[in-house]
Nanobody
């Protein structure tokens, strides 16, 4: 059982930045993927960014490419999401997730463990 805890959400104006953090209860293993998802009011949960097994590959939704950066600090069992040039449409609850993925790194069905979420609100 992996426990995940997000932090770093808040309210910012359009064009601003936030960095989300996700603390995991145990180290990221070589066959585990970790990702960030978001869910706005009345919308389905969507994948934002993900990485796999501590390797160099990063996966991003088209809507955030060039603005968001996912990274991890294995020594601290922590996953990050740096969000720059935020837009009002980025407003959502953001969730950290972990799973034993076999491709489809931005799809919810690949993930078994979820945090409680942290709210991000971007005003115009």
């Amino acid at each position: 059982q992996v426990q995940l805890a997000e932090s770093g959400g808040g309210s910012v104006q359009a064009g601003g930045s936030l960095r989300l953090s996700c603390s995991a209860s145990d180290p990221t293993s070589s066959n585990r993927c970790m990702g960030w998802f978001r869910q706005g009011p009345g919308k389905e949960r969507e994948g934002v960014a993900a990485l796999y097994g501590g390797g160099p590959s990063r996966y991003y939704a088209n809507s955030v490419k060039g603005r968001f950066t996912i990274s991890q600090d294995n020594g601290k069992n922590t996953l990050y999401l740096q969000m720059d040039n935020l837009k009002p449409e980025d407003s959502a609850m953001y969730y950290c997730a972990a799973g034993l993925c076999s491709g489809g790194f931005l799809t919810t069905r690949q993930y078994n463990y979820w945090g409680q979420g942290t709210q991000v609100t971007v005003s115009s």
